[in-house]
């Protein structure tokens, strides 16, 4: 079994960057210790999708892993230095007056408002 967690994030509005960021997350442009870490860290799958500047994560951890553990689970050297290379294409989503619950201080949770699974 699977849990499911979803993240948004904003790139910085350029377009050279959000292509630069996209290049470093094609096959083969993403460091394998990145990819080792994440399969060595519960995380059985994990997709961004992007529109415009707003990228969306959707992280599906195995139940031996809490979002909060693998929160934690990124104080790795490797993990910081991919970290630290991808903020420099990353700004913070502006919020209104409603704060958001987030375990990162990039990536902002997300709640779930309708799963179809729910409906009769």
Known sequence: MTHRHCFALDLVDHQQAIEAYEEWHRPGKTPAEIVAFFCDHGVEDLQIYRAG????MILDLSDEISAADFAKAGDNACMKA???KMSVYQK???FGS???QSPSEDWVAMSELFN???HP
Request: hydrophobic letters at 55%.
């Open 53 to 56: 500047n707003r990228l969306f």
């Open 116 to 118: 179809l699974k729910d």
């Open 82 to 84: 991919w970290v630290d």
């Open 92 to 94: 913070p989503i502006a």
């Open 98 to 100: 409603i704060a958001p």
